[in-house]
């Protein structure tokens, strides 16, 4: 014990401070290697130059803040001073937020708010399930978190094993409980035992085969929970951001993105408001007929939206991305002129088939959509420094550092970094 306090104490040393209180982020340096398994870090891997990680920093400074109470450890690391920790962990962009507990590390892929990443790291410090052993704390969990998935029952079986492996390898995502019979129906209207069931926006669904399993091989379990939690995880109608589309896609399902434009202050026009509503209500209204085979969401950055269909759409928009082939949808009516009934059709259209579909993930399309990232981040740089894009023009070397500096720092939602690069190299 006292070995291990020295040992932390020396950690704490080693580390240049930012500041003196431990309620600020930590400058980390190349020793963090050494002692990343005495506690548990989350850390941002970082670049002076990277403008992502800019606006990324008063973030942490606020989620270190929050954790302060807490046994995790909040840093930060410039990759640039030390090159030798990209090499050893597997950072391939900046910002790179990682976690680490043990010897384990974890990659971080959610939203960068604070309370995304104060949840992560709160949920990653804890076991992958926890036990529920009072009736008030099921109140507690339904105010604190937007989502939970339950387990009720006696801990054993089947579902018991696969709900422990489901949660072990979902814990980045999502929060899981166990909790008793007794527990459990002073909430939730159980019929069968053992129960799993999520809980969010103040409803609850179960897992259609907790009561069945006993009649389904344990592989068939297994791959239905984890397809169900992996649906289950995200909200009926949520933010989407450059960082989270990439999780919604691996629902295989059609995204249906209400596509508006926010404001410097989040503020969306009235019109443009009405839109999303009415989108949303499609969803809220109508979850029986789409929940399983579409999953709804709203971009308040139209660059994103402007990133997959590849042009410059005007807001608001419904765009529908098919999450398998990628290939995306758009509306032949005008959006304002859409009604809950001309969704309908819309969807329906793509669910059988007929609607015609555009882009899609073939060489032709991702050597376009690369000229078209390109194109857009050299107009966004003229915008904002028109001098340093002639200078960089007028140098042979402009253009690479510009792809480098796409690949490095831009969060290309369409394809995994590596074929960002490959991508860029065929443009070249
Ligand atoms: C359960 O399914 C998941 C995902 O479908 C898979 O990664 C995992 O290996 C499976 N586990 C077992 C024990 O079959
Ligand atoms: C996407 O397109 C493929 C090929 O057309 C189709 O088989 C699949 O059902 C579509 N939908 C989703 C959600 O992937
Ligand atoms: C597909 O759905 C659309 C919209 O409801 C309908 O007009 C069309 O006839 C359907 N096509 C097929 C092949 O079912």
Same mark, same amino acid.
């Given at each position: 014990m006292n070995k291990n306090l020295i040992k932390l104490a020396i950690i704490l040393l080693s580390a240049i401070f930012s500041s003196a209180s431990s309620a600020r982020v930590l400058e980390l340096s190349d020793r963090f290697l050494e002692f990343k398994h005495e506690s548990q870090w989350l850390v941002m891997f970082y670049a002076p130059w990277c403008g992502y990680c800019k606006k990324t920093e008063p973030v942490f400074n606020l989620v270190s803040q929050a954790l302060h109470s807490t046994n995790i450890r909040v840093g930060r690391l410039d990759c640039t001073k030390y090159p030798s920790v990209t090499k050893a962990l597997p950072i391939k962009g900046y910002p790179t937020i990682m976690f680490f507990k043990g010897n384990q590390e974890f990659m971080?892929?959610?939203?960068?708010?604070?309370?995304?990443?104060?949840?992560?790291?709160l949920r990653m410090s804890s076991p992958a399930i926890q036990l529920v052993t009072r009736v008030e704390s099921i109140d507690m969990l339904k105010t604190s978190h937007k989502s939970f998935f339950l387990f009720v029952g006696e801990q054993i079986g089947t579902v018991w094993t696969t709900f422990f492996d489901v949660a072990e390898g979902f814990q980045e995502h999502g929060?899981?409980?166990?909790?008793?019979?007794?527990?459990?129906?002073?909430?939730?209207?159980?019929? /069968?035992?053992?129960?799993?069931?999520?809980?969010? =926006? *103040?409803?609850?669904?179960? &897992?259609? !085969?907790?009561?069945?399993? #006993?009649?389904?091989?344990?592989?068939e379990v297994n791959k239905t929970m984890n397809q169900w939690v992996n649906n289950e995880r995200f909200l009926t109608f949520p933010k989407i951001t450059r960082f989270n589309i990439r999780e919604l896609m691996s629902t295989k399902k059609y995204l249906v993105?209400?596509?508006?434009?926010?404001?410097?202050?989040?503020?969306?026009?009235? /019109?443009?408001?009405?839109?999303?509503?009415?989108? =949303? *209500?499609?969803?809220?209204? &109508?979850? !029986?007929?789409?929940?399983? #085979?579409?999953?709804?969401?709203?971009?308040?950055?139209?660059?994103?939206a402007h990133s997959i269909v590849m042009d410059n759409l005007p807001t608001p928009h419904l765009i529908v991305?098919?999450?398998?082939?990628?290939?995306?949808?758009?509306?032949?009516?005008?959006?304002?002129?859409?009604?809950?009934?001309?969704?309908?059709?819309?969807?329906?259209?793509i669910h059988n088939q007929s609607a015609i579909a555009y882009g899609g993930d073939s060489f032709a399309v991702r050597a376009y959509r690369s000229y078209f990232e390109t194109k857009k981040g050299l107009v966004e740089l003229w915008k904002g420094n028109p001098v340093l894009t002639s200078v960089l023009f007028g140098l042979p070397m402009g253009f690479l550092s510009l792809i480098l500096y796409g690949c490095f720092c831009a969060d290309c939602?369409?394809?995994?970094e590596e074929e960002d690069e490959d991508d860029h190299e065929k443009t070249e």
């Open positions: 971080y892929s959610g939203d960068r708010t604070k309370e995304d990443l104060v949840d992560y790291s929060f899981f409980y166990a909790t008793s019979e007794e527990i459990a129906t002073q909430h939730f209207d159980i019929e /069968h035992l053992p129960a799993v069931l999520v809980h969010k =926006e *103040e409803n609850h669904y179960f &897992y259609p !085969h907790a009561h069945k399993a #006993h009649e389904m091989t344990s592989s993105l209400a596509v508006v434009e926010e404001d410097k202050l989040s503020q969306v026009a009235t /019109h443009e408001l009405e839109f999303r509503d009415m989108v =949303e *209500e499609v969803i809220r209204k &109508y979850r !029986h007929r789409y929940h399983d #085979h579409f999953q709804f969401g709203w971009i308040g950055d139209p660059g994103i991305i098919n999450s398998t082939t990628q290939h995306h949808h758009i509306p032949d009516d005008e959006p304002m002129q859409m009604t809950i009934n001309s969704i309908h059709i819309f969807l329906e259209s939602m369409d394809a995994p």
